[in-house]
């Protein structure tokens, strides 16, 4: 910071009161530097697209270039203290990364790259004081970092009590090419990244059997971290975007059961799943009686996975890779034309599938 | 609704208790249907350039088509309830109305257009429960279609109490062409539009003086509504971006001796501007000792008025017109090559002006 500079927020510290140990200019400012620092380390970095910023955290509006054949993809998501998440499981810093990754998933299910985010953040006089957003904002830039996503602004506020974010991400697909929920034909092959279940039986151990639980704490670290630290499929949605590969695409945010039925809603089909094929999460299996979950049902009902659940037409299924990095693409069952109509096939069973996954109102 | 759809939305209500009107699927369905809705009205009106919105509510992210030749300019406001504003003094239309005039007036900021908005909303059950959501979103929509503006996403959800809202608006501009806080160069003049000081005057009124002031019902609904309904001057701000006539802008939302301190520091540059010649509320000048104010104050320090205050270079005065409908521009001071340093004049004074704006975090 060059003198004059700091003599200004000098000045303006002044008004601060002895107990705030900054005001909202000076974290503005410290922001607005590690999202510089962050964006010279993106446009340094051999093989990475020039960013399209051309204003950046500091102005009444973030400011971007558009280009021509490329069409922009965004998403908001709203996160609430003791809805969506409990200060008193979540470390600061995952939270900050769970935020980004949740509209990172968002971006994928479209088919498209993220480029950009905005963070609202609302937090109580105490948690200002704290070093909770230092350490939120980290994991936030850890994630960002890995995915070249830059932060270019939002906004700041007080709260009465509780924390609350709002993650807006923004991303680019060539024009015409985002895949939405409304795609998929009969006879189209459905498939899922990853695997399902562990982020539920995470969230049950968070929440009330950590210590009943007689399972070794790697184990448990395991569970908890699907919960608490997803992984966007940021590579797999921006790859079946870019390839064409995907007819319909969502992520797997509140379920299988309800995901899967929203995507049949919007296309005007149906589905037929197998119970054997659905990847569920090997330590819920092998673990079930211990934490007294049924893995089918964590698999097909339990939330917040963030795989995706993608559609794709039989002869595009030579050019669809096994898996990216380390991350399988699972073949589960099939498009149908009955309408909204979902079957689970179990062993020689078939069986209406209901959607049952999470809900704010119900 | 064609028959099948009201089946599955049937379906779904059954999941529903007694106490809950709808479920989130029937309500994001409601404003999906409302956007819709404007959307068509938008597109047949004459002279409206088209939409470039692909795919609005409804699927994991909304797209749009980007064009070439354009820049994105991008907004984010988080209000939230007891802190920036009260249920009890603010109806949920006027909320409504509110939530988006903030952030068009950080677009029209920028000298942009706006075009497309999301909202992601918290309430708590028993705010689900009311009418208070559709008397939200309609203030919001009247404003939006002022302004052809399209609702494309956003996120609910539920909160353990208050209201909490975060408006992000989306504009375009002319590559190059968006108008930052950093371009004011000494002898630049300064203009703001509108006048100043009725917001602030507004909030007292309704926080502590309603009962009490001795002013007619009229005035007091005039000056309540500056704060309760601000109008974004988002005419004034699309037709300075596009003839390249401001070198510098802000929005007054902090307030004048804050916001010009922004624009200052922003360009590296000071100013001084005449107390004479600032446009205070008329009605504010005129109620001054009943309202106890000082209207000078009020102007300089109040926050919230939501006009602009940019700075134009003396060979484009007169290209600038004097008003645009029944707002006018007012001059009211330089720029100068003291950093940092703003100067008032009051009649043969010259003071410092300090920045005494509304803060968060102080």
């Excluded at 410290?30 to 964006?39: G, V, W």
């Excluded at 704290?130 to 904002?137: H, I, R, V």
């Excluded at 669809?320 to 073949?331: D, E, M, Q, S």
């Excluded at 498009?335 to 209406?352: A, F, K």
Aim: contains cysteine; proline residues 5%; aromatic residues 6%.
């Amino acid at each position: 910071m060059r003198d004059e500079e700091r003599e200004v927020f000098e000045n303006r510290a002044r008004r601060s009161s002895k107990n705030s140990p900054r005001s909202e200019f000076d974290f503005i400012n410290s922001i607005r530097q590690k999202a510089l620092r962050h964006r010279e380390s993106f446009n340094s970095s051999p093989g990475t697209r020039r960013s399209s910023l051309l204003h950046g955290i500091g102005d009444d509006a973030a400011v971007f270039e558009q280009r021509g054949g490329f069409d922009t993809v965004m998403t908001a998501d709203l996160l609430v203290e003791d809805v969506d998440f409990r200060l008193s499981t979540t470390p600061p810093r995952l939270l900050g990364h769970k935020a980004l990754a949740v509209s990172l998933s968002d971006i994928a299910a479209m088919g498209a790259r993220p480029r950009f985010a905005l963070l609202s953040v609302g937090v109580p006089r105490s948690v200002w004081r704290s070093g909770f957003l230092d350490e939120f904002y980290e994991g936030f830039f850890a994630l960002a970092h890995r995915y070249h996503v830059e932060l270019i602004g939002g906004d700041v506020s007080r709260t009465p009590e509780r924390v609350l974010i709002d993650s807006i991400v923004i991303g680019d697909v060539s024009h015409g090419s985002a895949v939405t929920r409304a795609g998929a034909r009969p006879g189209d092959h459905i498939f899922v990244t990853g695997n399902l279940g562990g982020a539920h039986a995470g969230l049950s151990l968070l929440e009330n059997e950590i210590r009943r639980a007689p399972v070794g704490r790697r184990i448990i670290e395991r569970l908890v971290s699907r919960h608490r630290r997803p992984e966007p499929r940021v590579s797999w949605g921006a790859m079946l975007g870019e390839e064409g590969l995907a007819t319909a695409m969502i992520d797997l945010s509140d379920g299988l059961s309800s995901d899967l039925a929203h995507l049949c809603h919007e296309s005007k089909v149906g589905a037929r799943i197998d119970a054997a094929r659905i990847p569920v999460d090997p330590l819920v299996e092998h673990l079930a009686d211990k934490l007294r979950l049924n893995p089918l049902e964590a698999a097909l009902n339990g939330g917040e996975d963030f795989e995706l659940l993608f559609t794709i037409h039989p002869r595009d299924l030579q050019r669809l890779p096994k898996r990216i990095g380390t991350v399988p693409a699972t073949y589960i069952g099939d498009i149908t034309d009955e309408r909204d109509l979902i079957l689970l096939r179990q062993g020689r069973r078939l069986r209406q599938l209901n959607p049952r996954g999470f809900m704010h109102f119900s």
